[in-house]
């Protein structure tokens, strides 16, 4: 059952390390200022697990007709916050690579991009944008929580901690207070 979450921090080589600390920098930053360091540890987990249970499940199918690699990696978690930040995003084009795409091809074109890094799972990066496409349009309603729920968890022990390490930014669960810290800054 542990591997339902630590298969997220397995690299088997340098560039695949790069690769994923690259994407998750920019991705899970992004989300991260917008849902807040609560709701972005909680939605990390759920997607991790949620992503290997759909891995496990079309694997044996997807194996028979082609050759799957596992999962592996921070990508299909990356992948379900890019899914999610594309289908709640009011633009309908973004520019990438200077040209204007509808978003809701952005991950879908990440997606083949992301077929040539390699130790890269091609089944893993889709189920983690499946699991961030349905969490997105509203499928996995369950995970949310309100905004004062992320409230109360951030005066509790392990993000009061995070709160307190130097030059670790930490975005409050509220949106008030999230919006008072930008002003602030």
């Given at each position: ?46 997607f ?8 496990l ?5 997807v ?6 690699g ?6 299909p ?26 978003v ?34 509203g499928?996995?309603?369950?995970l ?15 993000f ?21 810290s930008?002003?602030?800054?």
């Amino acid at each position: 059952v542990h591997r339902l979450i630590t298969y997220i921090f397995i690299y088997q080589d340098l560039i695949s390390l790069a690769c994923g600390a690259v994407i998750t920098w920019y991705f899970a930053g992004s989300f991260e200022k917008n849902v807040g360091t609560v709701k972005h540890c909680v939605l990390t987990a759920a997607f991790s697990v949620l992503s290997a249970l759909l891995y496990l499940l079309l694997e044996p199918l997807v194996s028979r007709l082609l050759p799957v690699g596992d999962a592996q990696g921070f990508m299909p978690v990356a992948f379900a916050m890019l899914g999610v930040s594309t289908t709640r995003s009011r633009m309908r084009r973004a520019l990438l690579f200077g040209w204007g795409v509808p978003v809701v091809l952005v991950p879908w074109l990440g997606l083949c991009i992301a077929w040539f890094v390699p130790q890269s799972s091609l089944l893993g990066n889709l189920c983690g944008l499946l699991v961030g496409e349905a969490y997105g349009l509203g499928y996995c309603f369950c995970l949310d929580f309100p905004e004062s729920v992320g409230s109360k968890l951030d005066r509790v022990f392990p993000f009061t901690l995070l709160k307190r390490i130097p030059g670790l930014k930490y975005i409050p669960g509220s949106s008030a207070e999230r919006r008072a810290s930008e002003n602030s800054t």
